[in-house]
């Protein structure tokens, strides 16, 4: 059984430098659909692999678009050479892409980013438009529904901000 939240808790205690994106971004910023898996865009770094690696290291991660399944324990020079990872780990399925298309790699996708709340823990997710502007990018038919509803999630809390609060005056 996926367990998203502890598994995003994990990687951000492990000290993983990623964005949220994709699936589980949109449903974070209130749309109604649901996601099969996580999907980060991540530092490729060597030193961040690793950590990212340390992190799941008894979740028994493996690399889940391989025949064999082969178990994502590399050493550094095959670390190196990395632009995507997509896992399988006991707590569900985790794809870590080096960049985002329509916005660039982790360094660009990181200046479209915010901090939210996870359980306590400060982690980096999409800005709304930032997301829009990526799902708009793939221009893939299931994404069709997710910018509808990040669009009406984004106009709707721009007018919020607009709206001028009124308060009755008090008698003094």
Same mark, same amino acid.
């Given at each position: 059984?996926?367990?998203?939240?502890?598994?995003?808790?994990?990687?951000?205690?492990?000290?993983?430098?990623?964005?949220?994106? &994709? &699936?589980?971004?949109? #449903?974070?910023?209130?749309?109604?659909?649901?996601?099969?898996?996580?999907?980060?865009?991540?530092?490729?770094?060597?030193?961040?692999?690793?950590?990212?690696?340390?992190?799941? #290291?008894?979740?028994?991660?493996?690399?889940?678009?391989?025949?064999?399944?082969?178990?994502?324990?590399?050493?550094?020079?095959?670390?190196?050479?990395?632009?995507?990872?997509?896992?399988?780990?006991?707590?569900?399925?985790?794809?870590?892409?080096?960049?985002?298309? &329509?916005?660039?790699?982790?360094?660009?996708?990181?200046?479209?980013?915010?901090?939210?709340?996870?359980? &306590?823990?400060?982690?980096?997710?999409?800005?709304?438009? #930032?997301?829009?502007?990526?799902?708009?990018?793939?221009?893939?038919?299931?994404?069709?529904?997710?910018?509808?509803?990040?669009?009406?999630?984004?106009?709707?809390?721009?007018?919020?901000?607009?709206?001028?609060?009124?308060?009755?005056?008090?008698?003094?």
């Amino acid at each position: 059984m996926p367990d998203f939240v502890q598994l995003l808790c994990r990687l951000v205690d492990g000290k993983v430098d990623f964005v949220l994106v &994709g &699936g589980l971004a949109a #449903a974070t910023h209130g749309c109604t659909l649901v996601t099969q898996d996580i999907d980060l865009c991540v530092n490729l770094a060597l030193p961040n692999l690793e950590r990212l690696q340390r992190a799941l #290291a008894d979740l028994h991660p493996v690399h889940r678009l391989t025949p064999r399944k082969i178990p994502f324990h590399h050493e550094a020079t095959v670390l190196a050479e990395l632009k995507n990872i997509y896992l399988q780990t006991d707590w569900g399925q985790l794809d870590c892409l080096g960049d985002v298309k &329509g916005l660039g790699d982790y360094r660009r996708v990181l200046t479209q980013s915010q901090t939210f709340d996870l359980n &306590g823990r400060p982690c980096r997710i999409l800005t709304l438009q #930032a997301l829009i502007t990526a799902k708009q990018a793939m221009n893939r038919p299931r994404d069709i529904e997710t910018i509808r509803q990040l669009t009406v999630i984004l106009e709707l809390k721009k007018s919020a901000k607009t709206r001028k609060v009124i308060h009755p005056k008090t008698k003094s």
